[in-house]
């Protein structure tokens, strides 16, 4: 499998649905099915290709319950450390790749 040129190559999809749990999972689908085959650093070694795509999410009641999908694989609390990661970058300290630690957190780059 070539190298892919992501900004010639990857799809851009929508999906819409009334709930947040209800548009993850098709967005998940939908991406499966028509995102690229691409392979990551995550990937190991006999593992299917991962697939990427721009996806576009249209939540009408996003505030509707229920608001978590019931296959959320963590808690609350594991949620709220997400949040807290993700707001107001409680792990940007952790962003040492010289070290084999992260390389970026969410936080970092989307502020």
Do not use: N
Request: proline share 7%; net charge negative; aromatic share 10%.
């Amino acid at each position: 499998m070539g190298k892919k040129d992501l900004s010639k190559d990857c799809p851009v999809i929508k999906v819409e649905g009334e709930t947040l749990p209800e548009v993850w999972e098709k967005s998940v689908m939908k991406c499966w099915q028509g995102g690229i085959a691409i392979r990551t650093e995550y990937d190991k070694a006999g593992d299917p290709p991962s697939r990427d795509c721009t996806m576009i999410m249209e939540v009408t009641h996003p505030f509707k319950e229920p608001r978590l999908h019931r296959a959320f694989p963590a808690g609350l609390e594991d949620l709220e450390i997400y949040r807290q990661e993700v707001i107001f970058g409680i792990h940007d300290d952790w962003i040492k790749p010289e070290e084999g630690k992260w390389e970026y957190t969410y936080h970092e780059r989307l502020f």
